[in-house]
């Protein structure tokens, strides 16, 4: 743990989590509608997420900064920190607004394939970047099949997270791609099995996928 690059994570976590929030407050929405507005002059939110003198969506600074510092600490000064740190600030606005909405929308995973990949792309290390991209295809490809056999378990939304981590957990290894893609159903039946046990979801609930593969990711990146 490199304490110092930590604590500058969370600084710069701070300002990206106060961005985070915006961006939930506008996204969380089901499909087909427009971007939530402000909710006291009904306005337009930019995407800062301030209007009438208040920060709108769910508090984020604090948890955004964590991911961030823990991020930071993991990659200390490493050039590849800049691709997972934007990953972790853009995954925590996905796991919040799939809990929120059930879904992943586009304009969050679709324009992450060229930021992560350029990011990566800027450390210069070709045979790192080329694993990426196979594993970004792998755990996509897997994602695509189970969205195929089971259309009512994992969706397309899914299915792009999946190449977007996929790309993440490629740089470091196939170890970290085999750890990760897994630990998102380890994690899943876990939580599933809790939720039974506590009569707060029946058989016929699906859970959100998005914020397991997240954690699965997170976890599989810094452990
Ligand atoms: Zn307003």
Do not use: N, Q
């Amino acid at each position: 743990m490199d304490v110092e690059w930590a604590v500058s994570g969370a600084i710069a976590g701070l300002p990206a989590g106060a961005v985070a929030r915006g961006v939930v407050h506008r996204l969380a929405v089901p499909a087909g509608e427009p971007d939530r507005g402000c909710p006291v002059c009904g306005g337009r939110v930019g995407w800062t997420g301030r209007c009438c003198g208040r920060a709108l969506g769910p508090r984020l600074e604090w948890f955004t900064a964590a991911v961030v510092a823990l991020l930071a600490a993991r990659f200390a000064g490493r050039p590849e920190l800049a691709a997972f740190a934007f990953l972790g600030v853009l995954g925590v606005v996905l796991a919040l607004v799939d809990v929120a909405v059930e879904r992943l929308p586009d304009r969050l995973t679709l324009p992450a394939y060229p930021v992560v990949v350029a990011l990566l792309g800027m450390t210069g290390d070709w045979a790192a970047l080329g694993r990426a991209v196979l594993g970004g295809v792998a755990l996509g490809g897997v994602y695509l099949v189970l969205a195929v056999l089971r259309p009512g378990g994992v969706g397309m939304g899914d299915v792009k997270l999946a190449g977007v981590l996929g790309l993440a957990l490629g740089w470091l290894g196939w170890p970290e791609l085999v750890l990760g893609g897994a630990l998102a159903f380890v994690l899943l039946a876990g939580v599933g099995v809790v939720l039974l046990a506590a009569r707060r979801i029946t058989t016929r609930d699906a859970l959100a996928f998005g914020p397991f593969m997240l954690v699965g990711a997170l976890v599989a990146v810094t452990v």
